[in-house]
């Protein structure tokens, strides 16, 4: 995936997550839970994209995931 989709399906599910958040009010803005369950949907994207693509995940040495483009 180029860099440009990457960020794009970040994007889209970030937004997702705050339309939820409005409604729901579950997360404070400028919290770390916020910025905690971002981070959580960003690896959730890059989960999604290493599966779709390679069938598989990376982690890189600290056990995170591995993000590409």
Do not use: P
Not at 4 to 13: C, I, N, T, Y
Not at 16 to 31: A, H, Y
Request: aromatic fraction near 12%; proline fraction near 0%; charged fraction near 25%.
């Amino acid at each position: 995936m180029k860099t440009g989709q990457v960020e794009s399906a970040e994007r889209k599910a970030l937004n997702v997550f705050d339309k939820w958040n409005e409604v729901t009010g579950c997360f404070q803005e400028d919290t770390g839970y916020y910025y905690e369950m971002q981070s959580v949907i960003k690896d959730a994207v890059h989960i999604g994209i290493q599966m779709a693509l390679n069938g598989k995940v990376e982690y890189g040495e600290d056990g995170n995931v591995m993000y590409e483009g």
